[in-house]
């Protein structure tokens, strides 16, 4: 069990700052008694050094790096080191008790916590950097989870890592992951991120389309992985990232996307016709989740936690707002919808079936405190690749069908009502993105010259 260091009982001092080869201090050679070791002392830190332990998925595993514990003026602090070095770990506990007896514990761990004294930036990896990020980063599991990835998938190109077949498998998975987390961060250089870039988009030559869309991905890598490395992060990890690092995420420029406007290709009116022919018997969950993405122009994450309290019968609208297993993309994320009286009706009509506080049932089993552990982390995810397919079946060509049904209820708010409206009930942050990615001007304009085309 791992000792704990009390201010209130230092233990005598030493003036030997090492103690050749032992745990304790010097033996008086009159008296054969051994004296104890000072706070002063590396060694008295290496004896009260620990690695934290947990239990996850059933396995036990242990922290990397080495923790100590302190109490002082009636508070107990536990202190991540930083190191995996238990010598360097030692010392720099010392180093902390040296300066708290100047400014008291609690500035001397704050300012360990804010960078001070950090480790050279040769010596941190991938894993380092994205172990500090998940400490200090405020954002959503499923934010992290994205930006973590992003980085990996920049460090995978840098490096070529490429498991083949197997890398959709668990095992495979894993395996990448790891090799692209041991890579040491000093490897991110604004030169390899150009040859990332070169062969990342080189990969699409000939086919136009495929090029338009590997550059809004290179983009999306860029700009989440460049999060990771924010001044407003960065201040609070124990550690120094490598100037190149800094130089190639701040500098790096983004690719030209082009024109990445919403272009229709669902039928409202055709799609619900056929819906209702083909799901609302047979697969009544699909048929609910196409009328929230179509109707109410939910967020997939928002309609697989959706619950019963937020659907407001009496007001005619979906509340969107935090509850106990949802946490809304940001606070302009949060409203009401107003939705179609026909809409309620049907979600009245399905309240009897419900198996639980959700407005859509689903075959799985449901651990709020596991959530961020699924892949990809939706609760109706058997239901939603079911109406993937059906929407597929139906002509439907985007990469996200689901998303398109959002689009979709975009495009249609614009053409009715205008951007204004639709922007409020997209629940965006701003008209930018409205008008960028979810509108789709379908006014046509005659001129009248038409008639003047010869033989017309």
């Known amino acids: 069990m791992d000792q704990m260091f009390n201010v209130n009982q230092r233990q005598p001092m030493t003036t030997q700052e090492e103690v050749g080869g032992t745990k304790r201090g010097p033996t008086n050679s009159r008296t ?6 000072s706070p002063d002392n590396r060694k008295y830190w290496e004896q009260r050094l620990y690695r934290k332990s947990w239990t996850w998925k059933g396995e036990s595993r242990q922290s990397s790096t080495y923790y100590f514990r302190v109490k002082s003026d009636r508070r107990e602090y536990r202190v991540d080191l930083g190191l995996s070095n238990k010598q360097e770990a030692a010392a720099l506990a010392r180093d902390l008790y040296v300066q708290s007896r100047k400014e008291g514990w609690q500035a001397a761990i704050a300012s360990h916590r804010a960078g001070e004294g950090r480790r050279r930036g040769e010596e941190i990896t991938v ?21 973590k990835r992003a980085l990996r998938r920049i460090v995978a190109g840098i490096r070529r890592l490429d498991g083949g077949k197997k890398k959709y498998g668990k095992r495979g998975s894993e395996e990448l992951r790891a090799k692209a987390d041991a890579t040491p961060l000093r490897t991110i250089t604004p030169e390899s991120i150009e040859l990332f870039r070169k062969r990342f988009l080189g990969s699409t030559e000939g086919d136009p389309l495929a090029l338009q869309s590997a550059k809004v991905s290179f983009n999306s890598y860029l700009r989440m992985s460049r999060s990771l490395f924010s001044k407003r992060l960065a201040k609070h990890y124990p550690f120094e990232i490598p100037s190149e690092t800094v130089q190639a995420f701040a500098e790096t420029r983004f690719e030209r996307e082009g024109d990445l406007r919403y272009r229709s290709e669902v039928n409202a009116e055709q799609m619900l ?9 047979s697969s009544p969950e699909q048929y609910t989740a196409l009328l929230l993405f179509l109707l109410a122009g939910l967020r997939r994450r928002e309609a697989d936690l959706l619950t019963w309290p937020q659907v407001r019968f009496q007001d005619g609208v979906i509340r969107i707002e935090p509850t106990r297993y949802f946490t809304p993309k940001s606070e302009k994320s949060c409203g009401d919808v107003p939705v179609p009286e026909e809409l309620l009706d049907w979600l009245r009509s399905r309240m009897p079936n419900a198996d639980g506080p959700f407005v859509i049932n689903s075959p799985l089993e449901f651990d709020p405190k596991r959530q961020r552990d699924w892949w990809p ?6 239901v939603f690749k079911g109406l993937i397919s059906w929407l597929r079946s139906k002509g439907v060509t985007a990469d996200k069908p689901i998303h398109s049904l959002r689009k979709e209820y975009g495009s249609m708010l614009n053409e009715k009502a205008g951007i204004h409206v639709a922007s409020r009930l997209l629940r965006h942050a701003d008209l930018a993105v409205t ?9 046509t304009v005659d001129l009248g010259l038409g008639r003047l085309i010869a033989g017309g």
């Open 127 to 147: 894993g380092d950097l994205l172990k500090e990020f998940d400490r200090v980063s405020s954002a959503a599991p499923e934010t992290r989870r994205d930006y």
């Open 377 to 382: 982390g939706y609760r109706c995810d058997p």
């Open 32 to 37: 054969g008694k051994t004296a104890s070791l």
């Open 435 to 443: 008008s960028r990615y979810y509108t789709d001007n379908r006014r």
């Open 273 to 281: 016709k056929w819906a209702g022919n083909d799901l609302r018997e």
